[in-house]
């Protein structure tokens, strides 16, 4: 792998294509722009579409699936609040899956106080719509994470979410040590 | 000219795409297509309001060998404008998204949309880059423009203005029916439905 590509993008890629997808839709984020990139580079199998609004990417999904596709959806935290028709009248009810791979916004290493709220709702909101949500504990266990997430959710026919958070997407600054 | 009803463009729609796949917006536009006759090819949407064409370009770029139809409303499409561009952007050439433009929200009791008022989902969808558009307005230009849909590579929008009339049927309610007997019918059944190995 390239040695400019962090640790946590490069398992999103090997996580995604180890569960069987073959196609991403998305809505860019800063730190996912990594994940499209090594996808670009080392994934020439994997298609991907970027959709204006992330229902739109939820309803793209929901097409793959249903024409025998494993699809997955990447979005930032933020986007959480434009998907929830979609997913709460769409891939919930008819069981439709998809994996999902949030970029998380508002949680810790964050210096926008415009996405704390939603950051902070994120688990509680997946929680009340019933979409099971993960989070890697360290870079390293990136790909398994998002690899379990997505055959966890092919298999039981329902959509799931890793939730990347932002200490392991964003670089934070160095503390000093004496 | 005599008034198209929706239920008459629906009909004529429901013939010209016989064998292939149907995803219906919610409401008005999917009950009337399951008046003009239930088939395993059509997915009703009940919800999702705006996501009819999304999920058809979805499943445009999961079958690109085959024709796949989506019945959005004016009010739905008016939602999920942002759409016409991904499709304008993707340019399926197996996609055909017909409008019923009714000019209301019919389904929640008749509302006037944006198209009451000068709002021209043809020349939307042109302006983001979908070249192959028509708006027709009387039955026989409804048949001359799916005859052409189906001949011509897409993607197409045919807008078809049409008179609301009220429904008269409902389709299936069971979400995950709806789903398993569509993906079944169009060749990709879901696992959980086959069987297999211990």
């Not at chain 1, 959709?51 to 990417?57: G, K, Q, S, V």
């Not at chain 2, 509302?111 to 020349?123: F, K, P, R, S």
């Given at each position: 792998m390239?040695?400019?590509?962090?640790?946590?993008?490069?398992?999103?890629?090997?996580?995604?294509?180890?569960?069987?997808?073959?196609?991403?839709?998305?809505?860019p984020d800063n730190p996912l722009s990594h994940v499209l990139r090594g996808l670009r580079e080392q994934y020439a199998d994997v298609v991907t579409t970027i959709?204006?609004?992330?229902?739109?990417?939820f309803g793209i999904a929901a097409g793959l699936y249903l024409g025998g596709h494993r699809p997955t959806v990447m979005l930032q935290s933020s986007g959480l609040g434009n998907s929830l028709n979609a997913l709460t009248s769409l891939l919930v009810p008819y069981q439709i899956p998809a994996l999902i791979v949030i970029s998380m916004r508002g949680d810790a290493n964050e210096w926008n106080a415009a996405q704390v709220p939603m950051g902070r709702a994120v688990a509680a909101i997946c929680d009340a719509i019933e979409i099971p949500h993960t989070d890697p504990a360290s870079a390293g266990?990136?790909?398994?994470?998002?690899?379990?997430?997505?055959?966890?959710?092919?298999?039981?026919?329902?959509?799931?979410?890793?939730?990347?958070?932002?200490?392991?997407?964003?670089?934070?600054?160095?503390v000093p040590r004496r | 000219m005599t008034a198209l009803s929706r239920l008459d463009a629906t009909r004529r729609i429901a013939a010209a795409f016989e064998g292939?796949?149907?995803?219906?917006?919610l409401g008005h536009p999917a009950y009337d297509l399951f008046a003009t006759g239930d088939r395993d090819t059509y997915f009703y949407t009940w919800g999702s309001m705006g996501l009819a064409s999304s999920?058809?370009?979805?499943?445009?770029?999961?079958?690109?060998?085959?024709?796949?139809?989506?019945?959005?409303?004016?009010?739905?499409?008016?939602?999920?404008?942002?759409?016409?561009?991904?499709?304008?952007?993707?340019k399926p050439a197996n996609l055909v998204v017909v409008v019923i433009d009714n000019?209301?929200?019919?389904?929640?009791?008749?509302?006037?949309?944006?198209?009451?008022?000068?709002?021209?989902?043809?020349?939307?969808?042109?302006?983001?880059?979908?070249?192959?558009?028509?708006?027709?307005?009387?039955?026989?230009?409804?048949?001359g423009a799916l005859a052409r849909a189906r001949e011509y590579p897409g993607p197409w929008v045919v807008v078809a203005r049409v008179d609301e009339t009220p429904p008269t049927l409902k389709p299936p309610q069971d979400c995950v029916f709806i789903k398993q007997r569509f993906m079944r019918a169009i060749g990709s059944p879901e696992g959980g439905t086959q069987g297999g190995p211990a």
């Open positions: 390239p040695t400019d590509l962090p640790i946590w993008a490069a398992g999103v890629c090997a996580g995604l294509h180890a569960a069987g997808s073959r196609h991403v839709v998305y809505v959709a204006t609004r992330e229902e739109e990417a266990d990136v790909a398994e994470t998002v690899a379990l997430v997505g055959r966890t959710a092919f298999a039981t026919r329902r959509a799931g979410a890793c939730l990347l958070p932002r200490r392991l997407t964003v670089p934070a600054p160095a | 292939e796949p149907i995803v219906a917006s999920i058809g370009l979805g499943l445009a770029m999961a079958k690109p060998d085959r024709r796949v139809v989506v019945l959005d409303g004016d009010g739905s499409l008016l939602m999920n404008l942002g759409s016409l561009a991904t499709i304008g952007w993707v000019r209301l929200y019919g389904t929640t009791g008749g509302q006037e949309t944006a198209t009451a008022h000068g709002a021209d989902l043809e020349g939307a969808a042109r302006a983001l880059g979908i070249n192959r558009c028509i708006t027709v307005s009387a039955l026989d230009d409804l048949d």
